[in-house]
């Protein structure tokens, strides 16, 4: 059974820095390529919206809210994709999500959530 399981999250103190990981698991994405690769991030009482992507062939795009502040890694080989921040404010608080398709397939793989909770 596919399984996507990210880390990382919990109390930050703002200033801090943010490191998620996200792992896949599943006889499929050891048979298959892994495609493109995300994190998204819901933040309390707001939809869930794109925060990074990093494609296959290492073609990266940030969401403009970012600012370049973020920044997205992937091990393909491991099947893992990573996010990245420095100095975090109170509106990084929010619940992270990484994504994951089958290189070739349309079919969205998503992890839990991982909650950041910045404090003051």
């Known amino acids: 059974q596919a399984q996507l399981v990210d880390t990382g999250g919990g109390l930050v103190q703002a200033g801090g820095s943010l490191n998620l990981s996200c792992v896949a698991s599943g006889s499929i994405f050891s048979t298959f390529i892994l495609g493109p690769t995300g994190w998204y991030r819901q933040a309390p009482g707001q939809q869930r919206v794109l925060v990074a992507t990093?494609?296959?062939?290492?073609?990266?795009k940030y969401a403009d809210f970012v600012k370049c502040q973020y920044t997205i890694s992937r091990d393909s080989a491991k099947k893992m994709v990573h996010l990245q921040k420095n100095s975090l404010k109170h509106e990084g608080t929010a619940v992270y999500y990484c994504?994951?398709?089958?290189?070739?397939?349309?079919?969205?793989?998503w992890g839990q959530g991982t909650l950041v909770t910045v404090s003051s």
């Open positions: 994504n994951e398709k089958l290189a070739g397939q349309e079919k969205d793989y």
């Open positions: 990093k494609g296959r062939f290492g073609v990266t």
